[in-house]
T-cell receptor, first 104, second 113 residues
Framework: EDQVTQSPEALRLQEGESSSLNCSYT??????LFWYRQDPGKGPEFLFT???AGEEKEKERLKATLTKKESFLHITAPKPEDSATYLC?????FGAGTRLTVKP | DAGVIQSPRHEVTEMGQEVTLRCKPI?????LFWYRQTMMRGLELLIY????????DSGMPEDRFSAKMPNASFSTLKIQPSEPRDSAVYFC???????????FGPGTRLTVL
């Protein structure tokens, strides 16, 4: 059975303090690993899709990377507006998410 | 495009009542998904459709839950009878292709008293 595990559950950063979120997965035949952002009271919003090991995608302060067993979402010099829950998904199976708080 | 539209946004009902949640997917998307999100279990897939046909309903918790997609622009998720443990946020999402990004609606927050 496909498994998606995210860590940490929660992460508190100071504005400008870079860090990474982890998503480890076990799946028979990866057909895409997805990162979403979810703000309170809203639906998840698509960020990135990664399809093969070694692939990287960037958007503003976020960069997603993929290996054969895990993906990282790197956040460089975060701002308070980056505070949200970040969800990783393989197919239609979602991880529990990492709740990120960025303090000014 | 208006994005995925869900109604109602909030629903409060009493145990035993029938609840119907509605979804309008993005035009041109051929896949539609229903998810349920709770603090305990996170975001769980309930059922998905391809071109209005249900493909996998193995996530539907029990026979009290049913979903239909009568046409490409509309889907419903029905719970009858509802129970307090059904309280959650229900999301509808659509995509163009099964292995592409999904676009989520704003969700329906259901409270069953």
């Amino acid at each position: 059975e496909d498994q998606v595990t995210q860590s940490p559950e929660a992460l508190r950063l100071q504005e400008g303090e870079s860090s990474s979120l982890n998503c480890s997965y076990t799946v028979s035949g990866l057909r895409g690993l997805f990162w979403y952002r979810q703000d309170p009271g809203k639906g998840p919003e698509f960020l990135f899709t990664l399809y093969s090991a070694g692939e990287e995608k960037e958007k503003e302060r976020l960069k997603a990377t993929l290996t054969k067993k895990e993906s990282f979402l790197h956040i460089t010099a975060p701002k308070p507006e980056d505070s949200a829950t970040y969800l990783c998904a393989v197919g239609m199976r979602f991880g529990a998410g990492t709740r990120l708080t960025v303090k000014p | 495009d208006a994005g995925v539209i869900q109604s109602p946004r909030h629903e409060v009902t009493e145990m035993g009542q029938e609840v119907t949640l509605r979804c309008k997917p993005i035009s041109g998307h051929d896949y539609l998904f229903w998810y349920r999100q709770t603090m305990m279990r996170g975001l769980e897939l309930l059922i998905y459709f391809n071109n209005n046909v249900p493909i996998d309903d193995s996530g539907m918790p029990e026979d009290r839950f049913s979903a239909k997609m009568p046409n490409a622009s509309f889907s419903t998720l029905k719970i009858q009878p509802s129970e307090p443990r059904d309280s959650a946020v229900y999301f509808c999402a659509s995509s163009r292709g099964l292995h592409n990004e999904q676009f989520f609606g704003p969700g329906t927050r259901l409270t069953v008293l």
